[in-house]
């Protein structure tokens, strides 16, 4: 038996008192599965920042399973710090249900393979916090509010941070916002997918109906294009922005669409999905989403 099925098993819901209830979903629950990545893909900046604690950063949290022979369950640690081995240590802070193999307010310490979330409040907005989000989308809408109440916060979609590379998807948009920053068309050019989109625009992905020399000078042609287009235009903007990658849609193993949400400094917010494709150099973007077509 694998890990997560260790830890979720069948879907149950268990009520704490004073807390709200917990949700264990199935493992094949793709948001959970999603959630649990996506918050060992963005930990280190909860590790940076229990280093040097801001004065707007008020809660630090984290999440791990603790197993307890076949049985596992998901317990959220207080007081977190890790030695310089990067083992966790914290205080149980809520009452176990499934595992006695430890207790409320017993402090431990826990290898860092069994994280499964972590959380910051900043300014009161939940930042990490990933599982919670993803019980909460299994919720109807009309049931949210209530659910923001139980854990004592409005939940929107946060803050991601996830690292600027090539090894993700989230990490390729960033890679090409960072480079709309610094002005650096080489920077951009080096986060973009030009061949997706060409097989893209001339058969929907279809490589077996087009002909590959085609391909190959539409994506010449696409390329030209965006170096005109992003040269003779204002450069967009990122760094003033906060963002959260909200959802990942699998379409094959080698093309993702993702879901980003902007903040601007004012509260607004702007939503876009992106077309990005796994390449021999890691992920690229690909583009912006058009649903129309």
Known sequence: MGLLSKIFGKKKVVDRKGEPSMVYIENEDERMNWAIEKANLTLWYFEESLKNPQPYQLYFSIKVCI?????????WLTEPHFDEDGNLFGTVGNEPVDVKTVKLDQKIGIDRDFISDWMIIEGGRLVGGYTLRAIRDGIPDDKKHEFDQSV???????????????????????S???AYDEQNIDKALACKDFYTEAKQMLNGMDSNVIDEEIVKQTAEVLELSFIKHTSESDWPQFSHLKRAFTKREKVNENYWIITEVCWFPDGGKSVQRLGTSKTADGWKVVGLVDDAN
Not at 67 to 75: A, K, Q, S
């Open 67 to 75: 197993m307890d022979g076949e049985t596992g369950e998901h317990i």
């Open 152 to 174: 004592g916060m409005h939940i929107d979609e946060g803050i991601d941070y996830f690292k600027a590379n090539f090894e993700t998807p989230e990490g390729a948009i960033l």
């Open 176 to 178: 090409l916002e960072n």
